[in-house]
């Protein structure tokens, strides 16, 4: 009977030490896979429709695919100005960027289109250009660079400022001392207008006019004024003389990476903040406009005449930059935004 008795205790002992010590068939479940970060490089504070639609396209993305990823959206070159930030898109040790054009054209020269004075004449024209077959063309030629494009949003046309006289004609630029990108159309277009044109990183420019480093600069109207130019600046004129996309980047391994459902959740979260994108820029181009009188700036509207006078200026600058931009593509170009006037 103990016998009996103390093989039944070794048996329980045995079971209990089986059931609660792991012998259990149910497996632990496994931890939840952490989100994968996407974090976005703007060089443009936080109350820019680029910065607006970058968060945009955050809550698009995060309500669509919840808990996969991560997106943050950085303002004031944080991570790097638009080169070094692009750049580090493409070799991956960054996973996206809203930048200019310029940043591509080292590695597309194609890109070179979009500086070109005067090719775009209309909001319309550049929807066209973004939309259509000239968009995804260019888009196709970054892809063997390691980037995928995945929407134009618009920086605008650009205007110029400066602090010493009303502009109206490229006669009243000459001497004037107009900061512009490290750019070299910019730059040929600035001094066949008559200009001395000071390339100079954005962040230092505010300071430079203040200071009468420079007498003023070229950029559209919301950077003039959420920079509050129009406290160190005195005149704008509407000189339309670029018209600029920014363009929302991807590293490319990283998408192709991605299920393909979530490649196209990401695409069409893109587009509906470009969308979003132009439709902020475009409204707020309007208000400022409005708002810089306010603030005791001298807006100059040019004349188609007074215009022509500019445009027949920079001819030149055509003659160098076709050959180097390839002829059937300012063509195409110039025939798109001719449609559509």
């Given at each position: ?12 002992a045995?079971?209990?030490f ?8 149910e497996k632990?479940?496994a931890?939840?896979?952490p989100a ?24 698009i993305?995060?309500s669509k ?23 580090a ?10 930048t200019?054009?310029s ?5 597309v020269?194609e ?44 920086n605008?046309?650009r ?24 750019n ?7 001094r066949?207008?008559?200009?001395n ?6 962040s230092e ?33 509407l ?18 990476s ?15 903040s ?8 475009r ?8 708002e ?5 700036m ?14 027949e ?18 063509a195409?170009f ?8």
């Amino acid at each position: 009977m103990k016998k009996t008795l103390v093989l039944v205790g070794v048996f329980l002992a045995a079971f209990s030490f089986f059931l609660f010590a792991g012998g259990s068939s149910e497996k632990p479940k496994a931890a939840a896979k952490p989100a994968t970060v996407l974090k976005i490089s703007n060089g443009i504070n936080e109350a820019h429709p680029t910065y607006l639609a970058c968060k945009e396209f955050e809550k698009i993305v995060e309500s669509k695919l919840p808990g996969k990823y991560d997106v943050q959206v950085y303002a004031n070159a944080q991570l790097g100005d638009d080169v070094r930030a692009t750049e580090a898109v493409r070799m991956g040790t960054l996973e996206m960027v809203a930048t200019s054009a310029s940043p591509l054209t080292g590695l597309v020269p194609e890109f070179n289109v979009f500086d070109l004075p005067f090719i775009v004449t209309s909001e319309k024209a550049a929807d066209a250009i973004y939309d259509g077959p000239i968009g995804a063309k260019l888009a196709a030629l970054l892809e063997p660079k390691g980037i995928k494009l995945l929407s134009y949003y618009e920086n605008g046309f650009r205007q110029l400022t400066n602090s010493v006289r009303e502009v109206k004609s490229p006669a009243d630029l000459k001497g004037l001392k107009i900061r512009t990108m490290q750019n070299p159309i910019h730059l040929a277009a600035w001094r066949a207008l008559g200009a001395n044109p000071t390339p100079m990183p954005f962040s230092e420019v505010f300071t430079a006019m203040q200071q009468k480093t420079i007498d003023g600069q070229e950029n559209p109207i919301p950077t003039i004024y959420l920079s509050k130019f129009y406290e160190v600046q005195k005149y704008v004129t509407l000189t339309g003389h670029v018209y600029g996309p920014h363009i929302l980047l991807i590293n490319k391994k990283m998408f192709d990476s991605f299920p393909a459902e979530d490649q196209k959740i990401i695409l069409e979260a893109a587009q509906a903040s470009a969308k979003f994108q132009r439709e902020t820029n475009r409204k707020m181009n309007r208000d400022f406009i409005a708002e810089l009188k306010k603030a005791g700036m001298v807006v100059t509207e040019l004349t188609p005449e007074q215009l022509k006078a500019f445009q027949e200026a920079v001819k030149p600058v055509y003659d160098e930059w076709i050959p180097k931009i390839g002829k059937d593509l300012v063509a195409e170009f110039q025939a798109t935004v001719a449609a559509v006037k």
